[in-house]
């Protein structure tokens, strides 16, 4: 039998492996890593919470020997293939919002990216649902700050983009177990509170997007099976204590995209 550490355990780690990022990831190191962010066969939701609209999105890190972002860390989508950003209307129209300004952090190191954008700026179209879609070969930039002693080139994008991205397409965006897990449970997590932990009747909600989602979408079973047991897992950890239900499937996340960051460098360094 499999024994989980406690929820406290847990965070703890997760805060250290994000304080060391966040310490590796200063000027004085150069740009952070280029992002390869995982396509989605489902539009992932964006939760409104104090004027701001969000989504987490799946990353994987290109560049092993760059530091990791630290969290909070300003990104750009390079051009060659944007997200788009939809809204759905009462009338139960959906409506490409693709060109209103939006904003990309790292939400935890390279593993995940969150983007933003702001209430206000949808108002108007009285929104019932919003949600955004990535499409494969999707990668993600930091943003130059001043003084970098060690700035992404113009030849390091171009490597990233053209040679390091289809790589990591071929080994992460068509894995049919642990990349889908991963995108369950982030699917799952996009629809629980930013900030704060969950009431129980959004708890029961994003449980129940969650089996529908399984009954549609058409995941492997091993996918499913580990999704599934992340859920399961969060949700008996986080019934008390400080830690909130999107916080441990943050991590569960990790753990699983982590693992296939892991096979992606491996298959470099063999030459593979």
């Known amino acids: 039998m499999m024994h989980h550490a406690p929820s406290s355990l ?91 300004p939006y904003s990309i952090k790292t939400a935890r190191g390279h593993t995940s990216i969150r983007v933003s954008i702001l209430q206000k700026d949808v108002k108007s179209l009285a929104p019932t ?12 930039i930091p943003v130059p700050i001043k003084n970098d002693r060690k700035p992404q080139t113009d030849t390091d994008i171009l490597i990233a983009v053209q040679s390091l991205r289809p790589l990591a397409g071929h080994l992460v965006d068509n894995d049919t177990d642990r990349a889908d897990a991963a995108r369950l449970v ?20 994003a449980k129940d997007g969650f089996q529908k989602i399984i009954q549609t979408a058409g995941y492997s079973k091993q996918a499913t099976h580990l999704a599934q047991k992340a859920l399961k897992q969060c949700d008996y950890e986080t019934k008390v204590g400080f830690w909130s239900l999107r916080q441990c499937l943050g991590s569960s996340h990790d753990q699983l995209i982590g693992k296939l960051n892991t096979k992606f460098w491996k298959s470099l360094n063999s030459g593979s």
């Open 10 to 100: 847990r965070l703890i780690a997760l805060i250290s492996v994000l304080s060391g990022a966040a310490f590796m990831a200063t000027p004085a190191y150069g740009a952070p890593q280029i992002l390869a962010v995982a396509s989605t066969d489902i539009p992932v939701p964006l939760y409104c919470e104090k004027g701001e609209c969000t989504a987490e999105l799946t990353a994987i890190c290109l560049q092993e020997h760059r530091a990791s972002p630290q969290i909070g860390t300003h990104y750009y989508f390079h051009d060659s293939a944007p997200i788009q950003l939809s809204a759905t209307t009462p009338s139960g129209e959906n409506i490409d919002i693709s060109s209103l």
């Open 129 to 140: 649902a919003l949600h955004v879609s990535v499409p494969e070969q999707a990668t993600a």
């Open 186 to 205: 982030n699917l799952t997590l996009n629809r629980l509170p930013i900030r704060g932990r969950a009431q129980t009747s959004q708890r029961l909600a």
